[in-house]
């Protein structure tokens, strides 16, 4: 027998028992390791969250913050801050992630981010009956989930409200029907000096959201609830949405964001405005003494027979990042940022619309937020914008085709809906044209 | 030893069947292949399962079964052909079976992959990170977005890379490179310019001397710098290679203006500099002084209506002006501008055409020479997306996606489109090579001593709505900081003062530091009233950009006279509008800067329109990047170094 044969002529017996000696070990270690460890005990270290620039009034989410602190000095939170741009905070957080440094715990996610990060496993799975989620809004709580799961809690929420003139419009449109007859007869009375309906029209998200929200209310769509892109009747309504969209913008369908939009409303030249709930504050508060402008507040309007209309439900998702090495303590920070208490502090106090039911029934809130239960409506009835992971590339898409049509008078192309399709499998364009 | 016998001792693994061998031999191969598939290195906890299975598999496969056979070959060398033949089913078997596989696998592959793509969607793309500087993010984002088509191309359509592009000062992205902190968490970068970049693409090669962060660096293409004019002004030069001392003088001798980018903030506007002032080569007879040179390139300026910016700014202010002076800038922009392609920044987009432009290429000039740039901090997957993304730069595609941008790119290439749609002479000679590190520098020192000063008044608005707080601080107080730290940044022979707004009236103006040389008691008098701001009234802004305008003399070609406004509301108080300023300021020769925060901004017809009147610019800014903002503004002001 050579040296090589006696390697393999081992006996089978030794080998058996070497193995089973190991597996004991192991099993052995990890039981005392479990014994002589709390499972619920946070991990030491300080808390990473990753987020995008805090736009609550007076820094409320970093006082937060310090309130964590304060009362977890061996888990302190820290914030790092990105950019106010939404597809610059994306590109930072999926770069980290995708990097598996495991530097940061917690994501503050926008809300069409969260399928996006749980599909490529950026995010840890939250476990169920922990956290209780009871209390929170339906909407906001859906858009935590994806296929099923839990995987971030709601940070904070948002819904398209409907701004208007009421020294000229003494009722908010329930339908589309009626706002686009409210500017036609404006617009003949101060002759355009007062015009249309200002929405997010420049090429960024904004502009999905309010080309989305114009082709819900005429009763169209593009993506079903099951994320598949739709054709015939449906997408022909969406496309009369947009039509009528176009009709009402602001004279050269002008390219604004949320703040160029309010300015214009501010300004007195736009009959209606599109805008967050954040807007109803810098619209009401006149810190110069002037006399401000007299608007209202509604839900968007809706069709004939199906009201109240659909905003697109907006906002933040808190999600624990799959390779955090406190996730514990990091679950944890969310649930306290999520909890009743921060969100009626950042409600009342930094104007960021709770996902806590509760807060809405505070009378502090809604002393602080008149509008307050006209947006708990409208979060109620609003819609989500497709919950699919490669949502971004879709919503780029379909404004590129939405920006055309509304701006420089392009046709809408004839395989729209299949570029949208193309789009939501993450591919750059239908083959033969990329 | 035969068939069966180790089997039989129960010790010994015996030899296989031809079956079980063949069997064993495919399973090997497929172990390979599963490790040869995933992305290197792995991104996927499949991936890492993809690796270590296939790995296993074959280790397990080779170390006993193949130990096994190659020691009875070894014993018996010579029974190897005997062996072939007694093995031959088998044998011919595995041959057929790996002729197979190496045909059959890669397309079986690629369906496979396809069929995946259309039941479950591409696979996440890696995402890069790109800087660029405003005069350059244009071909960042055209070269990218061709990037990532090819990569979806060879992809069933799914992008490899994701790439967000960016644009940045280059002042500031030089600035945060050399910085110790760079671009981390605590640094602000991430907050006030955007992402931490894995790539940057610089204008020039002078950008990046210095800078530790960069791994390495491929120039991706050039493009000279020339003269663009109307026809009519060209038209006599057309077809002559004067040198720049020459065509320069030339022109405005004949009365033709010739606007320049601003040094300071554009690395085309400093090369074209070291080249009007003949810093990188003999000067003639006919170069003029550098403070002549100066003072006609203001002249042009001024008479002209354009405001201090970058060569891409000057482009589409001509365009907007029908302007009939001449434009310095690369061919690239030229050529942009000429095929009516998006010239960046807010260079509104014309419907009508408007007039192309004549290319001068005078004999004695250089390129800036674009280089992506691919930083240290990148890590995987960044870092091999970088890298990916500058070899293909280098490739074929790649050089033709370079080549669409109008940039040259090195070696032999295609002087088709966009050169001769665009008007450009791509036979023109042009050396390649950068301008040595000593000739910046020099010009640099030299523009400083003959750049005309600053004479600026600041106004800043100090009502109500200035309460306003945000992360940051009061509007007021991050206002208050900004003012402070860009008027350390004058020169010695710029003139200052400061104007808030509104007085007691509520329709006027407190001037808190008049007009004159920045000496340290005039600037802790400034200290000391924007630390006293307590916001309080309305935003009587018109009436004071039309009183702080009739204080500066203007029309002056040794001075900037300029009104820079901070504001954050509407004229509230005034009872003027944008009419009004206009009618007041315009033709002057000052200019009126405005930098915006809070609820006012520049898409307002009535700012706009009066700034660019006056040859000012409207800068939209918030509380975090404010400073930023208004150095950025600010910049080509002042000069009295």
């Known amino acids: 027998m050579t040296s090589d044969d006696r390697y393999q002529h081992v006996p089978v017996i030794w080998g058996s028992l070497g193995t089973i000696f190991g597996v004991v070990v192991v099993l052995l270690a990890t039981a005392v390791a479990a014994l002589v460890t709390d499972p619920t005990a946070f991990e030491d270290g300080e808390i990473v969250v990753l987020s995008g620039r805090d736009d609550s009034i007076g820094g409320q989410r970093q006082a937060l913050i310090d309130q964590w602190n ?108 009626q706002l686009e007859a409210d500017v036609q007869r404006v617009r003949e009375e101060t002759g355009n000096a007062v015009d249309g309906y200002a929405g997010q029209l420049a090429d960024y998200e904004g502009l999905t959201v309010t080309a989305l929200e114009a082709m819900w209310g005429a009763g169209g769509s593009v993506v079903d609830d099951e994320g598949e892109v739709v ?19 602001p004279a050269g369908v002008p390219a604004l964001d949320e703040t160029e939009s309010l300015s214009l409303f501010r300004s007195g030249r736009a009959l209606f405005m599109r805008n967050w709930p954040v807007a109803y504050r810098s619209l009401t508060q006149d810190a110069e003494g002037g006399s401000p402008l007299q608007i209202g507040v509604a839900p968007l309007p809706g069709q004939l027979d199906v009201l109240p209309g659909k905003g697109v439900l907006g906002g933040q998702n808190l999600a624990v990042s799959a390779l955090s090495t406190r996730p514990r303590a990091a679950q944890a920070l969310i649930e306290f940022l999520t909890s ?55 919503s780029e898409v379909f404004r590129a085709a939405v920006e055309g049509y509304l701006r420089r008078g392009t046709e809408i192309p004839d395989g729209f809906p299949e570029q949208l399709a193309h789009a939501l499998q993450g591919r750059s364009a239908p083959p033969g044209e990329g | 030893m035969t068939e069966g016998e180790g089997s039989a001792s129960g010790r010994i693994p015996g030899p296989l069947s031809a079956a079980l061998r ?167 970068a991430l907050r006030e310019i955007g992402p931490r970049p894995d790539v940057w693409l610089a204008t020039t090669s002078h950008e990046i001397e210095g800078i530790e962060a960069a791994a390495t660096t491929t120039p991706i293409g050039h493009s000279p710098v020339v003269v663009a004019a109307p026809k009519a002004v060209a038209g006599e030069e057309e077809g002559e290679r004067r040198d720049w001392a020459d065509l320069f003088r030339l022109l405005t001798d004949r009365g033709v203006g010739v606007v320049r980018a601003d040094p300071k903030g554009s690395e085309l506007g400093l090369l074209a500099t070291t080249l009007l002032y003949g810093a990188g080569g003999a000067r003639g007879e006919r170069q003029l002084a550098p403070a002549e040179i100066e003072r006609r390139l203001a002249a042009s300026l001024d008479e002209g209506g354009f405001h201090l910016t970058d060569a891409p700014g000057l482009l589409c202010r001509h365009r907007l002006l029908r302007s009939q002076a001449a434009v310095i800038a690369s ?111 020099g010009t640099a020192t030299a523009y400083d001593q003959a750049q005309r000063r600053g004479r600026v008044l600041f106004a800043v608005d100090t009502s109500g709505s200035m309460a306003t707080a945000g992360a940051e601080g009061t509007r007021s107080a991050v206002a208050a900081a900004a003012v402070s730290t860009v008027l350390r940044r004058m020169g010695p022979r710029d003139e200052f003062g400061l104007w808030l707004f509104p007085d007691a009236s509520g329709a006027g103006h407190v001037e808190a530091v008049p007009i004159g040389p920045p000496d340290e008691p005039r600037h802790a008098l400034a200290r000391q009233a924007l630390g006293g701001v307590r916001p309080a009234g309305g935003t009587p802004f018109f009436r004071t950009m039309i009183d702080a305008a009739a204080v500066l003399p203007g029309n002056d070609s040794t001075r900037v006279d300029a009104v820079v406004v901070l504001t954050d509301g509407e ?50 800014a918030d509380l975090a990047n404010l400073e930023t903002a208004l150095s950025t503004a600010t910049a080509g002001l002042w000069g009295g170094r």
């Open chain 1, 70 to 177: 304060a009362l977890h000095p061996d888990n302190r939170a820290r914030i790092v801050e990105l950019s106010e741009l939404a597809d610059a905070q994306r590109s930072e957080m999926l770069a980290r992630a995708q990097s598996g440094r495991g530097e940061i715990d917690v994501y503050n996610l926008d809300v069409t981010w969260t399928a996006e990060f749980a599909e490529a496993g950026h995010i840890k799975k939250l476990d169920e009956p922990r956290p209780q989620t009871d209390g929170f809004l339906d909407g906001p709580l859906a858009t935590c989930r994806y296929h099923g799961s839990l995987w971030a809690l709601p940070f904070n929420t948002d819904v398209g409200l409907l701004f208007y003139r009421s020294d000229l419009v003494p009722h908010p449109p329930a339908t589309w029907e």
């Open chain 1, 231 to 249: 054709d015939g009747a449906p997408f022909q309504a969406a496309m009369a949405g947009l039509g009528r969209l176009r009709a009402i913008a």
């Open chain 1, 340 to 394: 009743e208490r921060s969100q009626q502090l950042l409600f009342e106090r930094g104007g960021l619309p709770a996902t806590r039911e509760v807060v809405y029934f505070d009378q502090g809130v809604r002393d602080n937020h008149p509008y307050t239960e006209t947006l708990r409506d409208a979060i109620d009835d609003a819609r989500l914008r497709p919950v699919e992971p490669h949502y971004a590339r879709f």
């Open chain 2, 22 to 188: 063949a069997a064993t031999f495919v399973l090997a191969v497929l172990g390979i292949v599963l490790v040869a598939i995933p992305p290197n290195p792995p991104q996927t906890l499949w991936h890492w399962a993809q690796v270590v299975g296939g790995a296993s598999l074959t280790g397990f496969l080779t170390t006993f079964q193949g130990r096994y056979e190659l020691k009875r070959l070894r014993d018996s060398g010579t029974v190897v052909l005997d062996w072939v033949v007694r093995k031959r089913v088998a044998v011919g078997a595995s041959i057929v079976l790996t002729a197979g596989l190496v045909v059959g696998v890669p397309p079986a592959w690629e369906f496979a992959r396809g069929v995946s793509v259309d039941v479950a969607g591409c696979s996440p793309a890696t995402q890069l990170r790109l800087v660029a500087s405003q005069e350059t993010v244009t071909t960042a984002r055209e070269l990218a977005s061709a990037y990532e088509r090819w990569t979806a191309a060879e992809n069933h359509g799914c992008p490899a890379v994701d790439v967000y592009v960016y644009a940045a000062g280059a002042g500031e992205i030089r600035a945060h490179l050399q910085s110790a902190d760079a671009w981390s968490d605590q640094s602000g």
């Open chain 2, 331 to 441: 061919e690239q922009q030229v050529i942009r501008s000429n095929l009516r392609e998006p010239l960046g920044g807010s260079c509104a987009p014309q419907a009508d055409a408007p007039e192309r432009l004549t290319l001068l290429y005078p004999s004695d000039t250089r390129s800036v020479d674009h280089q992506l740039v691919r930083l240290a901090w990148s890590e995987p997957p960044q870092e091999g997306a970088a890298r990916a993304f500058g070899e293909w730069l280098l490739s074929g595609p790649g050089r033709d996606a370079v080549v669409r941008t109008g940039l040259r790119p090195a070696g032999p290439y295609s002087s088709g489109p966009p050169f001769t749609t665009g008007g450009a002479d791509a036979g023109a000679a042009v050396p390649e090579g950068p301008v040595g590190a000593a000739t910046w520098s």
């Open chain 2, 571 to 620: 004229d509230t108080t005034s009872g003027l509008d944008a009419g009004a300023v206009d009618a007041a300021i315009a033709g002057r020769g000052v200019r009126l800067i405005v930098v915006t925060i809070g609820e006012v901004r520049c898409a307002d017809a009535g700012l706009s329109a009066i700034t660019t009147a006056t040859a000012g610019d409207c800068v939209d």
